[in-house]
């Protein structure tokens, strides 16, 4: 679904990733980690089209991004590390205008099916975001990607700055979308949800993926022991 | 999807208290401008009926009197106002509103309506022009300078183009929000203007063709800004940034280069001095024929010319009175070197308009006041076109005064006529310069507005479709 082949980024003589070869299927929560400046963000904007590879190719759902970016934009749902809706908007209105530019279904009864699918009420959902704590603007993020309908999730820190409680029942909603066959790509720092949302697990230093595991084969302790060893210089 | 992101736009603004509350306050300046105009336009109305019917009434209502006599005293021509003079006053305040028609000589226009008031007239009035002028682009810079901004500040650009959303679309949908937020105002000040000047009852009217044309221009100048305002927001990298350099090109638009070309319209072709130019007229009538000078040599040309076409050897064997003729004659003459001055008065003004012409591509401000006055017919132009008018009917009015002295005065001690010959002199019956005519006169202001417009859409489309999001 998400496919990285030999891709490179370059801003002058800085290497910020390097031959990244990366595959997501449907269905497989991809955490990356490494520590800032390591080229997750990097990877994700790649995906995202933001920026353009220096070489390379990135492929979502086997469609190219650099060749047909408004096409692969249709299978793909992204969350920021902060996501900032429209503050003088309620969350029904901010994902009725993010579903209606996705050209979905606007339909006032679906569309509060699936904040309430997000964790968010009702009575929360129709005031204004303004007042919204950062986890219920991640939970309007999560129903903009259902309403979407993506094949695949791009999440960049989604967790930071969350309580447990929060960042819990985030790692849920991803759960249940990997269990819908979502794709989801995440980029985090933290260890201990990557190995708990995650399928796959990669660990990158300085634009390159130095590691990558399968989540079940490998326990917290040793992820960690693994990770610190690799960022030691 | 440029709807949704124009609904959206509207949505949010309305939203905005710190927008609703600008929107309010310039409607209230716009409702104002309009209450204060219509009741000028009422006024100056209702005075030019009474003085038009006043000036005539004095005319035919003379007593019997020598006719050369009826002309020095001469009578008055009022100047009409156009109903479009309610958005756009002009010159009309600085230019006077009446023309006093008198034997040889060429009056300019008296009578105006600052001198009626104190010098801080000269501060300006709260007319519709100043506020579609001056105070909507502010309004429009105000509610677009973040347009762009504020999305790539608060990261929503992002979630936006991943929802599918091209920037194209966006710049359009952000424009068309600002565009029908401007068409609100725009309606409201130009149907209501159109319907009260219908109100008024005056016998002077505009037809909805003008109304139209008169707002197609502002509406053209409101793009132009609209078109400013996405570009700079799309390129700026916040918003300060964004507002900072509206509010300069506002100022260089509005301010500096109006006042800048005025300068050098000024300084590159000077009007001469009023008593420069009663100096040129006087030297030119020296030698010439003045109708009361019967012995300098123009005049004994005329004579010999009059006798040789009535086949007579003296004045005296004239079947006609010979002073009415000379006089006639005279004020054709006398005319004609007015006309002359009057001119090169002119011809020094066009010159002055092609500076401005040529400021109009630094400041669409410019070509859009031009057009604007020209339409409302309260410019130079206007003011110009009437005083020509005037004195065709001063010369046919003379002609018509001393003819009569020459027809009747033959032989008679002291020729006097009385009211029949009062009133059978034909009232001014102005004729306006057909709008085809002022839009011909105006080909090139127009065609800088269009270009403006043209050019800064251009660049809103062009230069939005690559914003640097990271």
């Known amino acids: ?233 | 999807m440029i709807g949704h992101v124009a609904q959206h736009e509207l949505r949010r603004q309305f939203r905005d208290g710190r927008i609703r509350t600008l929107l309010i306050v310039v409607t209230l300046m716009l409702i104002a401008s309009l209450v204060l105009s219509l009741r000028d336009y009422q006024l100056a109305s209702n005075q030019y009926q009474k003085n038009l019917s006043q000036a005539r009434k004095n005319w035919e209502s003379q007593s019997t009197k020598d006719p050369h006599d009826a002309a020095h005293d001469g009578t008055y021509v009022i100047k009409p106002l156009y109903p479009l003079a309610m958005i756009d006053k002009g010159i009309k305040q600085f230019s006077g509103q009446v023309v006093h028609l008198g034997a040889h000589e060429r009056k300019q226009s008296t009578l105006n309506e600052a001198k009626d008031h104190s010098g801080l007239f000269r501060f300006g009035e709260l007319t519709p022009s100043f506020i579609l002028t001056y105070v909507i682009p502010l309004l429009l810079i105000f509610l677009g300078y973040n347009a762009f901004t504020e999305e790539k500040e608060k990261q929503t650009i992002r979630l936006l183009l991943v929802q599918g959303a091209l920037l194209s679309q966006l710049a359009l949908g952000k424009w068309l929000a600002l565009f029908l937020q401007m068409i609100g105002l725009w309606c409201l000040l130009f149907v209501a203007a159109a319907i009260s000047s219908y109100s008024v009852g005056s016998e002077i009217s505009a037809d909805v063709s003008q109304w139209m044309a008169l707002g197609g221009i502002y509406l053209f100048y409101f793009i132009i800004f609209i078109n400013l305002i996405i570009w700079i927001s799309a390129k700026a990298s916040s918003s300060g940034m964004s507002l900072t350099v509206l509010l300069t090109l506002w100022i260089i638009i509005t301010l500096i280069i109006p006042k800048a070309s005025t300068n050098l319209a000024g300084w590159s072709y000077p009007f001469p001095t009023l008593q420069t130019f009663r100096d040129n007229i006087n030297e030119d009538q020296t030698n010439g024929l003045n109708g009361h000078n019967f012995w300098n040599e123009a005049a004994q040309d005329f004579q010999q010319k009059v006798l040789d076409e009535y086949g007579v050897e003296s004045i005296e064997d004239l079947p006609v009175a010979y002073g009415g003729l000379l006089l006639a004659e005279g004020e054709k003459y006398e005319s004609e070197i007015y006309t002359k001055h009057f001119d090169l008065l002119q011809s020094q003004y066009e010159k002055q308009r092609s500076i401005y012409r040529w400021c109009g591509l630094l400041s669409p401000m410019l070509p859009v006041r031009f057009l604007s006055m020209a339409i409302a017919r309260t410019d130079y132009g206007f003011l110009w076109h009437f005083e020509d008018e005037a004195e065709k009917y001063r010369v046919e009015f003379n002609t018509a005064l001393n003819m009569n002295i020459a027809e009747n005065a033959k032989g008679v001690n002291r020729y006097e006529a009385g009211r029949e010959l009062w009133a059978s002199i034909p009232e001014f019956d102005y004729k306006w310069q057909p709008p085809q005519e002022i839009l011909r006169d105006h080909t090139l202001e127009f065609a800088s507005v269009l270009l403006w417009a043209i050019l800064s859409f251009l660049l809103t489309v062009f230069f939005t479709r690559n914003i640097q999001i990271v």
């Open chain 1, 1 to 233: 679904m998400l496919e990285a082949i030999d891709l490179s980024k370059s801003y002058g003589t800085h290497k910020a990733l390097q031959d990244l070869n990366l595959r997501v299927a449907s269905g497989e929560v991809y955490c990356l980690l490494g520590a800032n400046g390591a080229g997750k963000t990097t990877t994700i904007n790649l995906f995202l089209n933001f920026i353009s590879p220096s070489s390379g190719e990135v492929k979502i759902n086997g469609v190219s991004v650099n060749k047909k970016p408004v096409e692969t934009k249709k299978f793909i749902a992204y969350i920021p590390e902060n996501l900032i809706l429209y503050p003088d908007l309620s969350g029904l209105e901010n994902l009725t205008y993010f579903t209606a530019l996705a050209s979905k279904s606007r339909d006032i009864d679906h569309l509060e099916n699936l904040l309430q699918k997000s964790g968010l009420h009702m009575d929360a959902a129709r005031k204004r975001v303004s007042g919204y704590s950062k986890g219920m603007r991640q939970k309007v993020g999560i129903a903009i990607a259902l309403a979407k309908e993506a094949k695949a999730l791009l999440l960049d820190e989604p967790t930071s700055g969350l309580d447990p409680k929060a960042s819990n029942e985030f790692s849920d909603l991803l759960k249940a979308l990997s269990g819908d066959g979502t794709a989801v790509l995440m980029a985090t720092h933290d260890l201990f949800r990557a190995q708990d949302t995650g399928s796959n697990i990669g660990i990158m230093k300085k634009g390159q993926l130095l590691e990558d595991y399968l989540a079940k084969e490998i326990t917290l302790p040793d992820l960690e022991k693994r990770y610190l060893d690799l960022m030691k210089d």
